[in-house]
């Protein structure tokens, strides 16, 4: 135990929990029993990890019943497991979400920003609904982005048909990425009963799997898109060309 103690009525404080709450969890051995000096329980930072690791799971859907398996399963390295959470679930882009109302966008957009393109926002996840004719953009630099491209001259019908198919893309390679780290990182971890000393590995593996994803998707978005555009423009120079020949010949 570290030197940080609590009383029960001080745990539950420091957690939000009620003093009910915490003995339940305990009599479900989903807490570890406190250290007992002159009849009173004190708890430490192991135990506060512990009950925060279950609010975060109950908040995720899990019940008592499968977060006392995964503790089991994991041998109960709280700390651990409440790192791996908040890797996966950091946000990948330093964006912070904005709010827009249905007024905002049709007057950037233009009046074509209807209620068939909006659900068609929704979606791909451009855009979440929150009621009220209000909009959160998680990620506003899309939207910057399609307002760019709509003032190139592409319509934005258009242009968000477009995003969904870079949408079904991405989820395809997000997908293989983790896939891949789940089949090489994880799951030999897992096997091998999640030993204390490969933590900081997996961690680093974790935390790195987002940038060095990222940095494939743009190296091999570069090259893709540097061959499309020669094969495409390539042909359209092509027939220019010939349309000039056949101009001087008349």
């Keep these: 135990m570290a030197d ?16 009910r709450t915490i003995r339940s969890h305990q009599a479900r051995e989903l807490l570890p029993p406190p250290e007992v000096r002159e009849r009173v329980g004190y708890y430490g930072p192991e135990h506060v990890a512990r ?3 279950i609010q975060q799971l109950q908040g995720e859907g899990f019940n008592l019943r499968g977060i006392k398996r995964l503790l089991a399963a994991t041998g109960g390295p709280t700390q651990q497991l409440l790192d791996v959470g908040e890797a996966v679930r950091a946000p990948f882009a330093a964006e912070s979400p904005q709010v827009f109302t249905t007024e905002d966008l049709v007057e950037r957009f233009g009046a074509d920003g209807g209620r068939e393109l909006l659900a068609h926002a929704e979606r ?10 209000r909009y959160e953009a998680p990620i506003p630099s899309l939207l910057d982005l399609a307002e760019e491209v709509v003032s190139n001259g592409v319509s934005l019908e258009t242009t968000v048909a477009v995003m969904d198919k870079v949408n079904d893309g991405c989820q395809s390679i997000g997908r293989a990425f983790v896939d891949l780290y789940l089949a090489e990182v994880w799951k030999p971890f897992a096997d091998a009963g999640y030993p204390e ?17 990222a940095k494939a998707i743009a190296s091999m978005f570069g090259l893709t898109m540097t061959r499309e555009v ?3 423009f390539g042909k359209e120079v092509g027939r220019l060309a010939k349309s000039a020949r056949a101009s001087r010949r008349t």
């Design 51 to 53: 009950l925060r690791l």
């Design 197 to 213: 000393d490969r933590w900081p590995e997996v961690m680093r593996s974790i935390e790195g799997l987002r940038p060095l994803a």
């Design 230 to 232: 020669d094969a495409a």
């Design 4 to 19: 940080t103690q609590l009383t029960i009525d001080e745990l539950g404080r420091e957690t939000g929990m009620t003093v």
């Design 124 to 133: 791909i996840g451009m855009l979440v609904s929150l009621g009220g004719g």
